[in-house]
RNA sequence: GGGCGAUUAGCUCAGCGGUAGAGCGCCUGCCUUACAAGCAGGAUGUCCCUGGUUCGAACCCUGGAUCGCCCA
């Protein structure tokens, strides 16, 4: 026994141990950092970068798992694979962050400036992407640190200047002043997919603007309206009813008085108003709502902005201006009821937009900003999608991103922040100028030189540039990140060429929209291609309570809770379990009060018992030459180890071909029983057995079998438990540390071994040995009690079987001796008082007669009878049934009359016995 | 309003046409020197309800219930 087994074989499993050393090793010997030139097809997995808002909860630990078994088996198959790791600058939620400590410090950004601002994004950048980095590779990622990106890097901006001319000049970036998702809280706009709905008790304000004559007169005539927000009737520029409603037909083109500012608006007719909601007359406010927007586009109405950027009402409403637009809207309730226009208040449910990251309800605001025509470019994705391109796993999720494809809407992309991508865009203003409004002449350019040569040629001399001051929504530089992160623009970089596109992206179903389609749409403008083959769409992780695990409701479990506990190849291994093949969220039990998760303890326990395996592996090994399971080996063979290899090359052709596929849940299954059950529980045991007897030629080959069964399933479980099988490949097979189970080859197939004979009689043998220790349980007998066992049948084969294992059923049954003979060879009478039990074709007895309580053996024979009997029912039933006959498939029948036979003759058996007994 | 998913053992979930499965938990017996983070044995189910298709339905189809999500 060498050095290094013994540091195995004396001590215990310690998860933290293991995975901090070759955590170490991968990163010291560059393990996961691919040459483009390296042979090999291109396997290639960008990561979904996490936002740099604090650390990495379970969601991110699930997404790395998965990522990391897709990774490492492409690894295992010889691909040249990359999988590239990165963060993303979340300009949005970043920023908000700032904003809440710099309140802290009673200060606002503006107070610090975008200097200081910005210094201290990069400041908390540089913390929270290195904790979260650091998460990471406790996990096991198997990343290329080196090709780390973050989305603001020089690099990066340097693609997204890029991109953005490129759109710029392709006319699909315009700017203009149009209603937007304004969020008061960060004073910005916000795109559509960062407005959510809430259902709202609200109320239904009922009152009424009076008509005025053709003079200009007041009439004691009115109209009313019933609307959710009377505030805005401020910003009122028409009245409009639905153009058949017989009720408001004489007033179309009349015109009414707005209250409090003394306003003439038009009544106007439109065919989109509802005429069931409310009155059937609805006020119109263009620059406040998007449906008024519409309405207003169609009529030409005026737009009539009241509110300030932070919610607070502005010059255009009067008496009202400077009040927050809720206070705004209690004051003109109240005012409008004292001049007897409220009419009534309904309670009313209503649908309110709320801004995601700031958690306020949504302003629509006119404002100026970027938008990104979306019509052809969603077009042509739809186009790719046609064939497949991107492919997506599971299927369903496909109809969800062609859905919204086809609904699109241009896409606001600029945002009124500081920290981000800012915009290349330069005003020209003349020198007497000052303000920039909508009208103001820009160049867009990739720095302020192309800007000044651009603009001297348009302009003349004579006016001073100044930059936008906007920054681009996050996810237009994460809709690059699939090809920016590999060098792009440049075309010819060595890692664009080789792993664009990338294979497979895995992610969430909740950033389909927001990410996976940018991503589709820049690809394919800006590289003709869509950015990956296939799309992994994986479920949520949820908590104890089947809650979705946030930071906003408190319930997240720190991953480095778990792996501090368990290690990160149990955690791994539990949340990769849980995968079903449609992508279901997961749920991870949890106990919050003792911090322990039962799912992964369990996961843990399994790796302590591949642990002890291969501990027992080199505990009995005897030899230390070659291992390896040559060509003379083959005919010194056993039953045993012919079974072994038969269901390791099964079990290698399943999961080889589920995890192709994706299905990962169900391979993780298919590893765990084989390693717990056929091989420790079973191959282990066969194996002492023949240690027992140092003489045996069959010891040194079953050493190589336990040797080469458990390494192969090692490098099978390695891309699900990284690191304690990397810690045990290498004891197993006495390596040095450099030589890495992370870069060996998945094991080679041999199919010669499959036998589905000896997976037949194995398993009749296990229901045999089930059978006897059942039978010594009901008799009360204990371990040390050895008893004989006599195995009784017809069924030469089977009894052939069963002669050239009986030392094993003998140890495996704890019997004095086994005994197996055809039934003619025996009296039964001699066995009448014998414990007893049938299963298949063959009658298992033990014969003590002086221990056995007959009650109970009766008892056990009426049991097992009565469970024959139901089953010969139900197959007479299907028997007798002519349809059955003639129209299920030959084989199914026949299997039914088989087993109706076998049925019968073992319910005649019990019949008789019971009949000695009497 | 439109769409999607879920409903199977006490819990978490597989199975998706041929006599109901796993892990955890539970009960019984074992410290059998690889593993008590273990071994052996055991108990437990109107497979949400309703019709229908089929020789045969947990599985396919109608309709419905409950829970959850997405879009408007």
Not at 73 to 100: M, W, Y
Request: glycine share 4%; with cysteine; charged share 30%.
């Amino acid at each position: 026994m060498n050095e290094s087994n013994d540091e195995l074989t004396l001590n215990n499993y310690l998860p933290s141990q293991v995975e901090q050393k070759w955590q170490t090793h991968w990163d010291s010997f560059r393990a996961f950092s691919p040459n483009p030139s390296d042979k090999g097809d291109p396997f290639c997995i960008v990561i979904p970068p996490p936002n740099v808002t604090g650390s990495l909860h379970m969601g991110h630990a699930f997404n790395t798992a998965l990522i990391d078994v897709i990774i490492r088996f492409q690894r295992l198959l010889g691909k040249n694979v990359l999988c590239l790791p990165g963060t993303d600058h979340a300009s949005i939620a970043v920023q908000t962050i700032l904003e809440k400590k710099l309140k802290v410090e009673g200060k606002n950004s503006e107070d610090i400036g975008r200097e200081e601002f910005l210094k201290r994004a990069w400041t908390w950048k540089e913390q929270s992407g290195g904790k979260i980095i650091s998460q990471l590779k406790r996990i096991g990622y198997s990343v290329d640190w080196e090709r780390e990106r973050f989305t603001l890097d020089e690099k990066l901006n340097e693609a997204v200047v890029e991109a953005f001319n490129i759109l710029h000049e392709k006319k699909l970036i315009y700017r203009g002043e149009y209603l937007v998702n304004w969020c008061p809280a960060s004073q910005s706009a916000v795109s559509d997919l960062e407005v959510e709905m809430q259902e709202v008790n609200g109320y239904l304000w009922h009152f009424k603007y009076p008509l005025i004559s053709g003079q200009g007169q007041i009439l004691d005539e009115y109209l009313e309206v019933a609307t959710t927000r009377p505030e805005t009737l401020l910003g009122d520029t028409a009245l409009a009813v639905n153009p058949n409603d017989e009720r408001y037909k004489k007033y179309i083109d009349k015109k009414v008085k707005v209250p409090f500012v003394d306003r003439e608006i038009p009544v106007i007719s439109d065919i989109h108003v509802d005429k069931d909601f409310g009155t059937g007359c609805v006020k119109v406010t263009p620059a406040h709502d998007p449906n008024d927007f519409a309405i207003g586009k169609r009529n030409n109405l005026k737009q009539i902005n009241i509110m300030n950027k932070d919610g607070t009402l502005n010059i255009n409403a009067g008496k009202f201006q400077d009040l927050d637009r809720f206070d705004a809207r209690k004051q003109i309730i109240k005012e409008l009821d004292n001049l007897g226009l409220l009419t009534k208040i309904e309670n009313y449910k209503n649908t309110v937009p709320f801004s995601d990251r700031g958690k306020v309800p949504i302003e629509p605001l006119l404002s100026t900003q970027w938008f990104l025509k979306m019509d052809n470019i969603s077009s042509s994705c739809l186009k790719e999608l046609d064939s497949k391109k991107p492919t997506f796993i599971p299927q369903r999720w496909e109809k969800v991103y062609k859905d919204w494809l086809d609904n699109i809407n241009d896409w606001c992309i600029s945002r009124q922040l500081w920290w981000g991508h800012q915009i290349p865009a330069w005003y020209v203003l003349k020198q007497s100028e000052d303000s920039i409004d909508q009208n103001t002449p820009y160049v867009v350019a990739r720095n302020e030189k192309e800007a000044l040569s651009k603009a001297t040629k348009e302009f003349g001399a004579n006016f001073q540039l100044i930059r936008d001051k906007d920054v681009l929504d996050t996810w237009f530089s994460s809709g690059l990140w699939p090809f920016s992160t590999l060098g792009w623009p440049n075309t010819n970089d060595a890692d664009f060429k080789k792993w664009y596109p990338n294979s497979v992206l895995v992610t969430g179903f909740d950033i389909i929209f927001f990410w996976v389609a940018r991503m589709t749409m820049m690809g394919k403008t800006f590289t003709n291609n869509i950015p990956f083959k296939d799309v992994y769409i994986h479920g949520l992780v949820r908590d104890e309570n089947n809650k979705k695990m946030s930071k906003s409701s408190g319930n997240g479990i720190d991953p480095l809770l778990l792996i501090d506990k368990y290690g990160s190849d149990a955690l791994r291994f539990a949340l990769l379990r849980e995968v079903a093949g449609a992508g279901q969220d997961i749920r991870l039990d949890f106990d919050r009060k003792e911090n322990t998760s039962s799912t992964v303890e369990a996961s843990r326990n399994f790796a302590n018992k591949l642990w002890n395996a291969t501990k027992f592996v080199l505990i009995n090994k005897t030899f230390s030459e070659n291992y390896s399971l040559n060509e003379s080996d083959e005919k010194y063979l056993d039953l045993s180890d012919k079974w072994i290899l038969s269901k390791l090359n099964q079990l290698n052709t399943k999961v080889s071909n589920l995890l192709i596929e994706y299905k990962l849940g169900e391979s993780a299954k298919l590893l765990y029983e084989f390693a717990w059950n056929d091989f420790c529980d079973w191959y282990v045991e066969f194996a002492k057995q023949k240690f027992n007897n140092k003489e045996s030629h069959n010891r040194k080959i079953s050493e190589k079998i336990l040797i080469k069964v458990l390494t192969d399933v090692l490098v099978m479980i390695h891309p699900f438990m990284p690191h304690i099988t990397e810690e045990l490949w290498h004891k197993l097979q006495i390596k040095p540390e450099q030589i890495l189970l992370s870069l060996q080859k998945w094991p080679v197939l041999e199919t010669k071994y499959i036998n589905s004979q000896i997976d037949k009689s194995f398993q009749e043998l296990f229901e045999i040995i089930r059978l006897i220790r059942n039978l010594r349980v009901e008799l009360g007998l204990k371990p040390s009690q050895l008893v004989p066992v006599y195995l009784i049948s017809d069924n030469v084969e089977l009894t052939n079987f069963l002669k050239t294992l009986i030392v094993d059923i003998k140890t495996f049954t704890k019997s004095s001796e086994v005994f197996i003979c055809k039934s003619k060879d025996i009296d039964k009478n001699n066995f009448a008082k014998s414990f007893s039990g049938i299963i298949g074709d063959i009658e298992v007895y033990l014969p003590l007669n002086d221990f056995v309580n007959l009650e109970a053996l009766k008892d056990r024979l009426n049991k097992d009878l009565q469970k024959v009997n139901s089953d010969i029912e139900t197959l007479n039933k299907r028997i007798s049934n002519k349809n059955f006959i003639d129209k299920a498939p030959k084989d199914i029948v026949e299997e039914c009359f088989a087993k109706l036979k076998e049925g019968k003759l073992q319910s005649e058996k019990i019949n008789k016995k019971l009949k000695l007994l009497k």
